[in-house]
């Protein structure tokens, strides 16, 4: 594998692990290759090392879009199911997002990632959506990455899921209401069921993971739409460098195939 880390990989068609790599769908039993071999387990899906073609791409002074697609014919072993993915790219001003602004907003960009998978296959096909993006602060581009351990993290209202040694679900915890925690000592590799919050209409709802500075007050916010069929699930994991932290917004719970959380 390129990149055990997944930095900013695309989980599809499934997000997380799936346990062994096998799963029953509509009376078939398939097994995937299994890539986290010390855990006997497949992970985070296959298209975030495929070659994805661009659709479009478009820049002006206040707004950049990208968008790339990636066909796939269903030729990888244990997932049969041929699909289209689209992902789009924004870079917007921060304070046009759909979900509200902040004052300070108006001097910020955001990055907005959409996606749309089609079904191109003649049966039905499970999948799950996620993106595993690593964030970090630093002052320049040459200076020394900030520790986690200089910062904290604000999460939403959430279910932690409880996890057995192998890193699949074996229930829920009590839940827990938004807050923040201090990343001093504080080792993540852990996965919430997000609780909704209303957004500005009835249609929408979004959740939102803030990470702060200490040493700066600089703040990154990373926000996911919630709801029926959305990113109603987040994973947050330190690596052991602790240079940076992973806030995964997902769409199904680890074992997804399995379990049909999500």
């Keep these: 594998m390129a990149d055990e880390s997944y930095a900013s990989a695309l989980l599809y068609p499934f997000p997380s692990r799936i346990r062994h790599g096998i799963y029953h769908f509509e009376g078939q039993d398939y097994a995937l ?10 992970l985070h899906g296959f298209v975030h090392g495929r070659a994805f073609s661009v659709v479009s791409q478009e820049a002006t002074d206040t707004h950049a879009q990208l968008v790339l697609r ?13 699909f289209s993915l689209t992902v789009t790219y924004e870079l917007i001003q921060a304070n046009l997002l759909a979900h509200g602004s902040r004052p300070e907003e108006d001097r910020m960009c955001a990055l907005r990632i959409s996606y749309e998978a089609k079904n191109t296959g003649t049966t039905r096909s499970p999948s799950a959506f996620g993106w595993h993006p690593y964030f970090r602060f630093t002052e320049d581009i040459e200076a020394a990455e900030e520790s986690i351990g200089n910062m904290t993290l604000t999460l939403p209202a ?72 959305k990113l109603n699930y987040l994973v947050c994991y330190t690596p052991t460098r602790r240079d940076r932290i992973a806030i995964e917004p997902l769409t199904a719970n680890v074992d997804a195939f399995n379990n049909g959380q999500g």
């Design 33 to 42: 290759k299994m890539n986290e071999t010390q855990r006997d387990n497949a």
């Design 70 to 82: 990636y066909d796939y014919a269903g030729d990888t072993f244990g997932y049969p199911f041929p």
């Design 158 to 229: 959430r279910i932690p899921i409880s996890l057995d040694e192998n890193m699949i679900p074996n229930g829920q915890l009590p839940a827990e209401m938004a807050g923040t925690i201090d990343l001093h000592d504080q080792e993540l590799d852990t996965a919430f069921l997000i609780e909704p919050t209303s957004g500005p209409t009835d249609a929408e709802s979004f959740a939102e993971t803030i990470l702060t500075s200490l040493a700066t007050g600089a703040r990154l916010i990373v926000g996911q739409q919630t709801g029926d069929g």
